[in-house]
T-cell receptor
């Protein structure tokens, strides 16, 4: 079945460092891809999304490009801040395969940014 | 506008008991989904309800059930609780299901501990 794999954490970076969190997916259809973020003690928030190959999602300085040839959707940010400390989830949904919003999540990557 | 609201935020139950969790979607949203997030893992899809009908179900036993009310709020019921049911239960809402333009909004979740 469809699945998402992402780099294991925790990831610890200094403020203003460059961030990459790798994500690859397995899907038989043409999924939409997402990055969600979960701040401590809070629910999930959609960070960005891409619905077709070569789309780039961006938000709050974060970017990810839908690469169908490598089945990847890596998250990047040029300069992280302490406030970016959170758990990041890569996810997909395949609305062609299902008629409902089943989102498949990766295991999450914990990011800590130190001053 | 209020986001997705869930109650209770925390609860402790004993093995074999039953639990009911509640969710109110964002005003105007007609679709509600439930996810289980075990500590250290990504959320797992349980089911989605739309117009009071179950539209999709994940790989969870029949001990898990839900319903949606005319005002689109929803309840998740889990019977015969097991220790392994200890998790964060997330509710998500969207305007309608299976629309690639949808954004799925998550609540902050209900923490269930089974002892």
């Amino acid at each position: 079945g469809d699945s998402v794999t992402q780099m294991e954490g925790p990831v610890t970076l200094s403020e203003e460092a460059f961030l990459t969190i790798n994500c690859t997916y397995t899907a038989t259809g043409y999924p939409s891809l997402f990055w969600y973020v979960q701040y401590p003690g809070e629910g999930l928030q959609l960070l960005l999304k891409a619905t077709k190959a070569d789309d780039k999602g961006s938000n709050k300085g974060f970017e990810a490009t839908y690469r169908k040839e490598t089945t990847s959707f890596h998250l990047e940010k040029g300069s992280v801040q302490v406030s970016d400390s959170a758990v990041y989830f890569c996810a997909l949904s395949d609305l062609v395969k299902t008629s409902y919003d089943k989102v498949i999540f990766g295991p999450g990557t914990s990011l800590s940014v130190i001053p | 506008d209020a986001g997705v609201t869930q109650s209770p935020t925390h609860l402790i139950k004993t093995r074999g008991q039953q639990v009911t969790l509640r969710c109110s979607p964002i005003s105007g949203h007609k679709s509600v989904s439930w996810y289980q997030q075990v500590l250290g893992q990504g959320p797992q899809f349980i089911f989605q309800y739309y117009e009071k009908e179950e539209r999709g179900r994940g790989n969870f036993p029949d001990r898990f059930s839900a319903r949606q009310f005319p005002n689109y709020s929803s309840e998740l019921n889990v019977n015969a609780l097991l220790l392994g049911d200890s998790a964060l239960y997330l509710c998500a809402s969207s305007l309608v299901p299976a629309n690639s333009g949808n954004t799925i909004y998550f609540g902050e979740g209900s923490w269930l501990t089974v002892v």
